[in-house]
């Protein structure tokens, strides 16, 4: 098997088996009947395949091949009734879709991992299945890191790693260009002939079926109506005929590849955005101005007095910016975790979402500097008290996001995860959460300011909770403009470095994914 760079890839060395002629079957269909949106795609569709096998399905497109695949699989089910045929499966199976569907967040060798982790992996370990595969110098790399023939690559060794001895193959190189794809089918023969692992090809290229398969089926309007031996995989086998033409072609165009692995391009330096900074600098010296000609401190202080009222109260103030920080930062963590646990349930139960939609929006229709007052009636006064109605505040935000993030995920995903019979908690764990997480960076900026205007306006209320709120409202009743900006200045400042470190984590994951690219 060659690879990428047209060296020859190493393979594992399985046990051979018998002329795939002599062994019994291990699927078959009898009369099986799908419709689609009113549409019969398949009607009696009679066909079984051998253990050993490499089985190649044609047919026009949407004629039912990729259906078909799914049946065997698992991921569709027959027309309900009795004559709808029988469906009989003799081993677990292994997809390998059209699309990679690899996990975006996740390293090719993570990629091939997941069926070990998710309990569905075979003997052969994922180390192994890349380098079958010819993968393994690329295990580090991202999706968004390898091109089109090497992802197409990984989702194969991801399916050989996993455990299942018949291997569904739905097209899984129909993206590839002519050349680059005559490649791939020569290596995928010679790694059925390793494996010796039942193979079933849907594919729309009549050169490809007789080229790799054992047997192929043509499937036209919903039925198998031919299955054709190709004379391979019998001690008889002989070579395709090649025209000379074709053989000449292939001499002056060489070995194509055009599957080199794709490298985000270097970032140059960042470069010090100026604009932001000049902005800040021109509000000061416009603020320093208006306040020197209205010549009233006790009304609008410069910015220099301002400076200078905090540092000659530096402890105060910072006492009082560690107390709103961790009451804000509390109140996040517990008002979001709250919220995702409520929003994964309404994503994942519908009638749970309208059950308690009225309750969740009378939630968020009440501002908290009404409900402020009521809370310290019933909860009382201090710490805990204040930490609870920011998270009230946090809670909304990251129970939208969670619901949205979950649903969002791509529904072939879900399918893939069906097929590593993936547990609830496994996908929740490996699939939904990981895919909603960049949904969820964004609630969490939002949670967060929210989380902090609901801590201030505690400090409002209760005079026991000395923190920038109660700072600003001391300041505000003594007439303390210097005091009172300083306080309001530490607040702005705490709220936008929460905001900037949430957009940079945001911003890595989503270039580390691909889905963010430099200009």
């Known amino acids: 098997m060659s690879s990428e760079a047209g060296t020859e890839l190493p393979v594992t060395e399985l046990p051979t088996t018998d002329s795939p002629a002599t062994q019994p079957f291990v699927i078959e269909l009898r009369g099986v009947v799908l419709s689609l949106g009113g549409r019969k795609v398949l009607n009696g569709v009679n066909l079984s395949v051998r253990r050993g096998e490499l089985l190649a399905i044609i047919g026009a ?103 299942g001895d018949i291997l569904l193959l739905d097209e899984p190189f129909a993206a590839l260009d002519a050349l680059v794809r005559e490649r791939f089918n020569a290596e995928l023969r010679h790694l059925h002939e390793k494996t010796g692992q039942t193979t079933v090809l849907v594919t729309h290229s009549i050169h490809e079926a007789v080229l790799l398969a054992d047997r192929v089926a043509v499937l036209s309007g919903g039925q198998v109506v031919a299955v054709l031996e190709t004379g391979r995989g019998t001690a008889q086998a002989q070579a395709v005929p090649v025209p000379a033409l074709e053989v000449q072609l292939r001499t002056l165009l060489g070995a194509g590849d055009s599957t080199y692995n794709w490298l985000p391009p270097e970032r140059p330096h960042p470069r010090l955005d100026l604009w932001p900074l000049l902005s800040v600098a021109l509000a000061l010296l416009l603020w320093h101005l208006f306040a020197s000609r209205l010549n009233a401190p006790y009304l609008l202080p410069t910015p220099l007095q301002v400076w200078q009222g905090f540092i000659s109260d530096q402890a105060t103030f910072l006492g009082a910016l560690a107390i709103t920080a961790r009451t804000a930062v509390l109140g996040t963590l517990l008002g979001g975790l709250l919220g995702m646990v409520l929003g994964y349930l309404l994503a994942r139960l519908p009638w749970l979402e309208r059950f308690a939609s009225p309750f969740v929006v009378a939630s968020q229709s009440t501002p908290i500097v009404v409900l402020a007052p009521l809370l310290a009636f019933y909860l009382g006064f201090g710490v805990r008290s204040a930490v609870t109605v920011s998270a009230l505040s946090a809670f909304y935000p990251l129970m939208v996001a969670m619901t949205i993030g979950v649903r969002e995920v791509d529904r072939r995903y879900h399918e893939l995860f069906w097929t590593l019979r993936a547990s609830a908690w496994a996908r929740f764990a490996h699939l939904e959460l990981p895919g909603a997480l960049p949904v969820l960076l964004g609630g969490l900026r939002l949670s967060f300011s929210l989380a902090l205007i609901g801590a201030v306006v505690w400090e409002f209320t209760d005079s026991n909770v000395k923190g920038l709120g109660f700072l600003v409202s001391q300041a505000g009743v003594y007439f303390q403009k210097d005091r009172q900006l300083a306080a309001l200045a530490l607040l702005v400042l705490l709220g936008m470095l929460f905001y900037g470190l949430i957009t940079c984590l945001e911003t890595t994951l989503r270039r580390r994914r691909g889905q963010l690219r430099e200009d």
């Open 61 to 163: 497109s949407g004629g039912g091949k990729s259906t078909l695949l799914r049946l065997i699989s698992g991921l569709s089910v027959p027309d309900a009734g009795v004559d709808s045929g029988q469906i009989e499966v003799r081993g677990q199976t292994a997809y390998v879709f059209q699309d990679d569907r690899l996990l975006p967040w996740r390293t090719a060798a993570r990629n091939v991992a997941l069926p070990h982790e998710l309990g569905a992996g075979g003997p052969l370990s994922p180390a192994q299945a890349l380098q079958l595969v010819g993968m393994s110098s690329y295990s580090d790399y991202l999706p968004a890191q390898l091109s089109g023939g090497m992802r197409s690559r990984v989702a194969l060794a991801r399916a050989l790693a996993q455990a």
